[in-house]
C-alpha cells in the first residue's frame, strides 16, 4: 500500500517559512505554489456521477452511433446534424440551395395550396410566345407560315445537333484508333 | 533483534521440508548410482491406483432432475450472506504514518473508485483509427540518414560576464518576452496529439447579481446534464464592485471538468448533433487558443438548449436560467498549430484569420 500524503497546494506565498498550519490570507494572484501538510484526518468522499443511459442517436442520413448520456430517450432523431449541414460539406451542390424549412411551414404551404404557383414562370413565357404567335398570323399568313417552317427547321437542326452530340458521346472509346505508328518513328529518329 | 522473534516461530510452524536446510549443499551435488531408489515400473503405480471410480456410479434420475441451479437461485427468496470477510476502506485519510491506510483509488475497495469505461465511445474509435494515423502522416519531416539538426541555441540566455555582480545570477529569460513556450517535439508514432481533457465553465452572472442561488443550481443541472460529469462552483477571487461581487463570498461559476470515456462522448454529441444545428455558426475563430495547444469556444444560451438531455427535459429548465458556456478542448499538442490540425480532422471547423 502506498503512502498517501494529504497535501494542500495553495497559491499563497508565505513569508513566514516556519509556519505549518494553513495560511489565513486570501489567495492572491501569484504563481508560487506551496505545500503546506494539513495534519487533520480528511474525509474521501466517494466521487458523486450521475446516472446516465444508453442513447441511439441517428443522423440524418440513417447512420446511427450510441453513446452515454443522462437523457433518458433511448432514441434521439436529428433533423439537422454534420451530414447535412454546409458548413461541414462545403462542397456540396445538394446542400447549397437546401431550403430553410425547419418548422415545416414551407411543406405545409405546399400541401394546402399545391406546387402550381412555383410552376408559373416557364408556361407564361410559353403563352406569351403563343400569343405573339397568334397576333402575327391574323396580321399577314404568309409570314407566319415562314414563321412556323423557320421555327420547324430550327428545332430539327438542334435535334440533330444533339443526335451528333449523343453519337460523339457514345462513340468516344471505340472510334478512337491508335495513330500509325510509321508515322511518328521517323520523326523521332529525326529528332 | 526484534526482527528476529518471529523467524524463530517461523520455523516452528512450517513443516520440515520448506525449512532451509542447514546442511551443506555438496551433499545433493554428489550422488552415487547406489543411492537412487529401485526402480518402479509404470504398472506397479497403475496398480496402486483404486479401480471403483465415482464417475463409473449411475447417477439416480431424482437427482438429475431436481438438479436446477438457475430455477434455485430465482426461486430464493433473500440474497445469500456475503463473504465472511470484507474489507471496508477507511472513511478518512488519517496521514501517512497512521496504521490504517486506504487503498488507492484504482482498487475497486476504495472510497474514491470510479468504474469504467464501459463504452468505446464513438469519437474515440474515429481518433484511433483514422485520425491519428493521419496525423502522424501529414506531421512526417523527413530526415535524410545521417541528418544531423543544427543545434539550436539554449532558451534561457546567459549573463555576459561584464559585471562581477553576474556571477550565480539566475539565467535571463528568452528575447522579447518573458514567457518560455512549449517545446514542441517532433511528431512521432508516440506522441501522436489528442484530446487529453474537455473544461466546461459558465461564470453566472446573475448568481452574484440577484443574490439568488437558483441561477447557480439551473447552471450546475444544466452542466451537468449535457456533461454527465458533477460540477464544481467556484467563489469570485477578487473585488469586482460594478459586478456586485466579493472576493469569497459568492459563488460566481460552475465548471465540470471531462476526461476519458465522458469527454469523448460529449465531443462526439457536441460535433454531430449541437454544432450544426447553431443558427448562423461560422465555427470555432482562428485566433482562439493559448498558443500552448488549448482551444476555448463559447457557446450562448441559446446554443446550451441545443442539447439533446436539455432539449429532451426542457421545461424543467427555467428558460431565461439557461447558462452559456466556454469550453475548453485541452489537447497535448504543445503549439495551437497542432491543436488546429487534430479538431479540424475531429471534426470542429475554424473560421477567420488562423493565428498559431
Known sequence: ?191 | MAAREPCRYLTRALPRASVPSIRPQGFFSSRNVSDEAPARRLSDHLTELETASSLSTPVPDSAAASFDPLARASARKTQLPRGRYQFRSPKYNRGPLHPHQPPPPSDPSSRLFVPGPFSAPRAEQTFDSTVSPDIMTLCYVHTPPGFKPPPKSARLREWDDSSPYHKNRVLRGPRGGDVLRLLRKPIKFNNIPEIERITIHSYVKNAAAERNSSWLHVAGIAIQAISNVRVQTFKSKSNVAPWGIAANRDSVAVKAELYGENMYHFFGKLVDVVLPRIKDWEGVKGSSGDSSGNITFGLIPENVALFPELEVNYDMYPPKMIPGCHITLHTTAKTDKDARLLLSAMGIPFYGKIVN
Not at chain 1, 17 to 37: A, D, E, K, M, V
Open chain 1, 1 to 191: 500500500m502506498s503512502m498517501h500524503t494529504s497535501l494542500r497546494r495553495t497559491a499563497v506565498t508565505i513569508t513566514n517559512s516556519t509556519t505549518t498550519i494553513l495560511p489565513t490570507r486570501l489567495p492572491t494572484s501569484g504563481t508560487t505554489f506551496i505545500c503546506s501538510q494539513c495534519r487533520h484526518a480528511t474525509l474521501l468522499r466517494r466521487p458523486k456521477r450521475p446516472y446516465t443511459f444508453t442513447q441511439l442517436i441517428t443522423l440524418s442520413d440513417g447512420s446511427t452511433f450510441t453513446h452515454r448520456t443522462t437523457s433518458p430517450a433511448p432514441i434521439y432523431r436529428s433533423t439537422r446534424d454534420t451530414r447535412n449541414s454546409i458548413l461541414w460539406n462545403p462542397s456540396s451542390s445538394k446542400l447549397m440551395n437546401v431550403e430553410e424549412d425547419e418548422a415545416g411551414r414551407l411543406a405545409a404551404f405546399r400541401a394546402r395550396f399545391g406546387r402550381s404557383y412555383d410552376a408559373s414562370a416557364a408556361p407564361a413565357a410559353a403563352a406569351e410566345e403563343e400569343v405573339a404567335k397568334d397576333s402575327l398570323a391574323a396580321k399577314d399568313p404568309a409570314l407566319a407560315k415562314r414563321a412556323e417552317a423557320e421555327a420547324k427547321a430550327a428545332a430539327k437542326a438542334e435535334q440533330e445537333e444533339e443526335d451528333n452530340l449523343l453519337d460523339l458521346i457514345s462513340a468516344f472509346g471505340q472510334n478512337e484508333a491508335p495513330p500509325p505508328p510509321e508515322k511518328k518513328v521517323p520523326k523521332f529518329t529525326k529528332k
